[in-house]
């Protein structure tokens, strides 16, 4: 039976199988605007730190959660990138709407991925506060090695 990789497996994956060239872009909410701000910074910090130029790591702001599938698909259609990672923060209120919102956003980014091939990496947050979300502001940074493992099982099955 073959083992789970470990997390020095993935990075030894991803050194092995980067791609200088790969392109990745970083949808965001431009809700909660200080703590989209960390959560991107923390995927181009990890982009960065494998060896990504910042040149090939692109960022696209949108109103809301809701708007990242549509601009990830865009982006996937064109053929401008090679990855994608949506972030957001959606906090539940007093109706269902909050739910309705997350559940479709995740859906879309997943037919993005399905019907273009490529990987986009879903931290949307869908929390019941601004507390809890900020709790998990790191969250960009473990899309950014998401998506970068996703590029690299990738590459490693078309050679």
Request: aromatic content about 4%.
């Given at each position: ?10 990075q030894e994956i991803i050194e092995m199988s980067l791609r200088p060239a790969w392109r990745v872009g970083i949808v965001y909410s431009s809700y909660y ?102 709790e998990r502001l790191y969250k960009g940074e473990e899309a950014a090695i998401s998506v ?12």
């Open positions: 039976m073959k083992k789970l990789p470990s997390k020095n497996d993935l605007e200080e703590e989209i701000k960390t959560m991107v910074n923390g995927a181009i910090k990890i982009l960065q730190k494998v060896g990504m130029s910042p040149e090939n790591i692109s960022q696209y702001p949108v109103p809301g959660s809701f708007e990242i599938p549509l601009i990830g698909g865009a982006l996937a259609k064109k053929g401008s990138v090679d990855a994608l990672i949506g972030l957001g923060i959606i906090v539940e209120g007093q109706t269902h709407h909050a739910r309705l919102v997350a559940e479709n956003t995740a859906r879309g980014m997943m037919d993005v991925q399905t019907k273009y091939g490529i990987p986009f990496c879903n931290e949307v947050l869908y929390v019941d506060s601004i507390e809890l979300a900020c970068l493992h996703s590029l690299a099982q990738l590459a490693s099955m078309q050679s």
